[in-house]
């Protein structure tokens, strides 16, 4: 691995402890540089947003994240530089306990400039018994804004989802009806979700994961690649996750790699990755905007 430059940006202990999880401390970053992401279309959705999303939920679950452990305020001194970096895409959820993440950020990033996306957990839990509808009018507490742009089913593991989640389904149709979700679709965790998905013409967005390696994934590349495919097409917009494995492709031949698949396939418009430290952003940044002129 050539080292042009090695710079850590760890605020405290915690933004330390966080980036260490992600991989990423230990690798040489490119030459910092003022290189801001693009604005692609999301397939036929008619959004047009950042490459790349400021993803909040590394290690998240109970309503807790990397992202969110750190504090906010250690977490706005990287979504700050990721606004610089031209970064305005934010990748909430429930789940990551994220909103007020999110929310603060907006306070500074004017809303019509900023790209929301957040998710609903289906799954019974403490944190979540409010009807679809009350959950959806939550979100819109919690995070300052009254729309969201892309608004997803989160985490659907098996094949039934559209019968199992229809009362979401219904209130996210209704919520899109009334302005207050631009688009709709789910976070895929299985291939048998992700294949009906594709077909679904309710779904507008999905978000799935992908790598030339398969970590965790629910299907071989070629195979989770072919259905991406199939649903790019037919005008979906695709989000990509899981680029550099949740961390375990940490190597910088692995995520150059990683980033050349996912964008030279022309079949995913956007990723979201979770970033713990502003060195990421700008060596995440740079790359991926060099590989999409290269590829």
Request: net charge positive; proline share 3%; glycine share 8%.
């Amino acid at each position: 691995m050539t080292q042009i430059s090695r710079r850590h940006f760890i605020q405290t202990g915690l933004i330390g402890a966080a980036a260490a999880s992600t991989g990423f401390t230990s690798l040489a970053y490119a030459a910092p540089a003022n290189t801001t992401i693009d604005k692609v279309k999301l397939g036929k959705t008619g959004l047009v947003v950042p490459r790349l999303a400021l993803g909040t939920g590394t290690h998240g679950g109970k309503q807790s994240s990397d992202m969110t452990r750190m504090g906010i305020q250690n977490w706005l001194k990287i979504a700050r530089h990721a606004h610089e970096r031209g970064m305005t895409f934010y990748d909430a959820a429930d789940l990551y306990g994220s909103h007020q993440n999110v929310k603060e950020i907006l306070k500074e990033v004017p809303r019509e400039k900023a790209t929301l996306l957040s998710k609903v957990w289906t799954r019974p839990e403490d944190w979540n018994k409010d009807t679809p509808a009350k959950t959806i009018d939550r979100f819109r507490k919690e995070t300052g804004s009254d729309y969201f742009d892309i608004l997803l089913l989160h985490c659907m593991t098996n094949g039934s989802w559209q019968e199992e989640k229809k009362p979401y389904i219904e209130a996210l149709s209704e919520a899109k009806q009334k302005g207050i979700v631009k688009t709709v679709g789910l976070s895929c965790h299985s291939f048998d979700a992700l294949k009906i998905a594709a077909e679904d013409p309710w779904v507008d967005v999905i978000l799935a994961r992908i790598n030339p390696e398969g970590v965790i994934m629910d299907a071989s590349p070629a195979e989770v690649m072919a259905v991406l495919k199939k649903a790019h097409d037919s005008g979906k917009g695709i989000i990509g996750m899981k680029i550099f494995g949740e961390g375990r492709l940490i190597e910088e031949s692995q995520r150059e790699k990683s980033l050349k698949y996912v964008i030279g396939s022309k079949n995913v418009d956007c990723m979201t990755i979770g970033i713990t430290s502003p060195d990421q952003i700008d060596d995440t940044v740079q790359r991926i905007m060099r590989i999409a002129k290269e590829v």
